[in-house]
């Protein structure tokens, strides 16, 4: 009788509809059942054989996401964590793997967007360090054209001059100083051209 009332808390924690199933004489019993007939100890024996059950199930899924967790599956591993918890819902070890795994998910969430912050801070660095690299080239491109143009100037050809100012105007519109030295060659050049015109008649005068 001791054990009797040992187990009945046991057997009260089983849903009506799960008694019911695993116990199908018990529910068609015909009226005047006595409750004191059933067997304690055959039902106490089912419970074992369940949370063995439920612990090797348990036990199963708990080895899988370990597994998933050394290879670094943390997706896996909470899969198989969570099927563990399904089976018994009281198993603190896949309760606890499961927190961590979902520490390291955060971490690992974490690091991911600092990467591709990283990712995008050197795309941009590399861009702006392309940019200045392309703005020199130009710089020091328009500065040679702009010096051959002076120097073309300075020796009276006025013509090529003037086309090296256009080659650098092509390359930089607007460029004052390149405007500039064009005007006066172009100016330069007509004067030259007249001068040589009247010296043409000069001599021509002059025989």
Same mark, same amino acid.
């Given at each position: 009788m001791r054990s009797r009332s040992l187990l009945l808390p046991a057997l009260l924690v089983l849903s009506f509809s799960s008694f019911v199933d695993e116990s199908q004489a018990f529910t068609n019993a015909p009226l005047g059942f006595n409750a004191q007939d059933i067997d304690l100890d055959k039902e106490a024996?089912?419970?074992?054989?369940?949370?063995?059950?439920?612990?090797?199930?348990?036990?199963?899924?708990?080895?899988?996401?370990?597994?998933?967790?050394?290879? !670094?599956?943390?997706?896996? *591993? @909470?899969? /198989?964590?969570?099927?563990?918890?399904?089976?018994?819902?009281?198993?603190?070890? !896949?309760?606890?793997?499961? *927190? @961590?795994? /979902?520490?390291?998910m955060a971490l690992r969430d974490e690091a991911e967007i600092q990467a591709a912050e990283d990712r995008a801070a050197a795309a941009k660095a590399a861009a702006m360090e392309a940019a200045e690299a392309e703005r020199n080239r130009l710089v020091n491109q328009l500065q040679g054209l702009y010096d051959q143009a002076y120097l073309a100037f300075e020796r009276e050809n006025y013509e090529r001059a003037a086309d090296l100012c256009d080659q650098v105007l092509g390359l930089d519109p607007g460029n004052p100083h390149a405007e500039e030295l064009r005007t006066i060659a172009k100016a330069a050049s007509i004067r030259k051209a007249n001068e040589e015109v009247a010296d043409e008649m000069r001599r021509e005068w002059m025989t």
């Open positions: 024996e089912k419970i074992k054989v369940r949370r063995e059950q439920q612990e090797y199930m348990a036990k199963q899924f708990i080895e899988k996401g370990d597994q998933a967790f050394d290879i !670094a599956d943390l997706d896996q *591993a @909470l899969l /198989e964590y969570s099927n563990a918890l399904a089976v018994m819902p009281s198993n603190q070890e !896949a309760r606890k793997r499961m *927190a @961590l795994v /979902e520490s390291a």
